[in-house]
């Protein structure tokens, strides 16, 4: 089998080095599957970009997705990075595991959103109807559902990279969920 090696910032394009700078700069080190991204001239950027667009999603919300999406999608690397990202938006370790699972018994409003985008990643797009009426009853607009698809399509290009590559994760690792689902 291939090994994917995590490039270092002399191994990769000018363009990279400059976001690998940015990202130094920005959270102190270079998270291992950007770097990843970086084997690519062009990728690291891109994603960059679809990943820190405008959205309609709050910060917690967009978590509550991201957790949802590599539950599902069985991604050690980014479940434990997004663990690490929803305790800095102010999530508790039962919070976390709940989204992880697709649901949230404290957040109606985040149980919906929970709940589509685990099923939205798990029927690969083709929504149950009670699942996104709910989402609607919850408050949430058609614009919300979009950016919720495009953040479930941003997550998932990060899930298929790493379970791709296996780089090494480089945030405390996620705990294995052990939790009923609703």
């Known amino acids: 089998m291939t090994t994917f090696n995590v490039p270092t910032r002399a191994e990769v394009s000018e363009n990279n080095q400059a976001i690998?700078?940015?990202?130094?700069?920005?959270?102190?080190?270079?998270?291992?599957?950007?770097?990843?991204?970086?084997?690519?001239?062009?990728?690291?950027?891109?994603?960059l970009?679809?990943?820190n667009a405008k959205t309609s999603l709050s910060a917690k919300q967009k978590e509550a997705v991201n957790l949802a999406v590599s539950e599902v999608n069985a991604c050690l690397y980014c479940l434990s990075a997004h663990t690490a990202i929803g305790k800095m938006n102010g999530f508790t370790d039962p919070q976390i595991l709940e989204l992880r699972a697709g649901f949230s018994t404290v957040n109606t409003k985040l149980d919906a959103l929970a709940k589509l985008a685990k099923n939205i990643t798990e029927n690969r797009g083709k929504t149950d109807a009670s699942v996104l009426e709910n989402f609607f009853n919850a408050g949430f607009t058609k614009g919300n559902?979009?950016?919720?698809?495009?953040?479930?399509?941003?997550?998932t290009i990060s899930n298929y990279v790493?379970?791709?590559?296996?780089?090494?994760?480089?945030f405390p690792v996620a705990q294995p969920l052990e939790l009923e689902t609703v």
């Open 20 to 47: 690998f700078d940015n990202l130094n700069k920005a959270l102190g080190f270079v998270p291992n599957l950007y770097a990843t991204y970086a084997n690519s001239d062009t990728a690291l950027e891109n994603y």
């Open 49 to 51: 970009n679809f990943a």
């Open 145 to 155: 559902l979009i950016d919720t698809i495009a953040l479930v399509g941003d997550k």
């Open 162 to 170: 790493h379970s791709t590559t296996q780089v090494p994760v480089d």
